[in-house]
């Protein structure tokens, strides 16, 4: 197998002011929180858009797995629907003294390049802002931070940057390069 140099960017924001919020695209789109921990909604949710830009990672995780990490005090996932139907996530995880990681943010590749990601990203950030004002016991938000890579899609750093966030970390890694696994095996076309 083949190695393959990807990039990795680490961004963040340091106060609240740093959001620059994007216009909510035209048409029936609606961010809700996904108040109950499903691990099933949360691996299609994750598999639906990370599928052709080699999500992995939590493809093995068990239901117990998925189940423990959706419980966590703090763990939220926000979920776009364009006319009723899931479009993309956020999901917000926080860490030791206010630092609130946005550990997934992405749509399916359907509803990508209809203004969606900027609103729903907006919005997540918002929320991580805002994370102890729902989860009582949790330290006020000081710092939100994300991750992206070269293996993401093309907009992706342009958004998170028109978002207001800043670079704080590069790295490059050689990894195995592998086909994308699709939503579920099969998916795509050989």
Not at 70 to 82: F, K
Not at 84 to 104: N, S
Not at 138 to 160: F, I
Request: with cysteine; proline share 9%; glycine share 8%.
């Amino acid at each position: 197998m083949t190695n393959i140099p990807v990039t990795t960017w680490s961004l963040e924001q340091t106060a609240p002011s740093d959001l620059l919020p994007a216009a909510a695209p035209d048409g029936d789109v609606r961010i809700v929180r996904s108040e109950v921990p499903s691990p099933e909604f949360s691996r299609f949710l994750y598999a639906s858009v990370g599928g052709d830009i080699l999500w992995v990672d939590r493809l093995s995780w068990t239901y117990a797995r998925w189940q423990e990490h959706l419980e966590r005090p703090g763990v939220e996932t926000w979920v776009a629907y364009d006319r009723g139907t899931p479009a993309g996530y956020v999901e917000l995880a926080p860490q030791d003294d206010g630092v609130v990681e946005i550990e997934y943010f992405g749509l399916i590749p359907a509803f990508r390049g209809r203004r969606i990601g900027g609103h729903l990203l907006s919005y997540g950030t918002a929320r991580a802002w805002d994370l102890a004002d729902r989860w009582p016991g949790l330290p006020q938000t000081k710092r939100v931070w994300l991750h992206t890579c070269s293996k993401d899609g093309e907009h992706a750093m342009a958004n998170y940057l028109r978002r207001g966030f800043t670079l704080f970390d590069t790295k490059v890694e050689e990894e195995a390069e592998a086909p994308s696994p699709g939503p579920w095996p099969g998916a795509y076309p050989s």
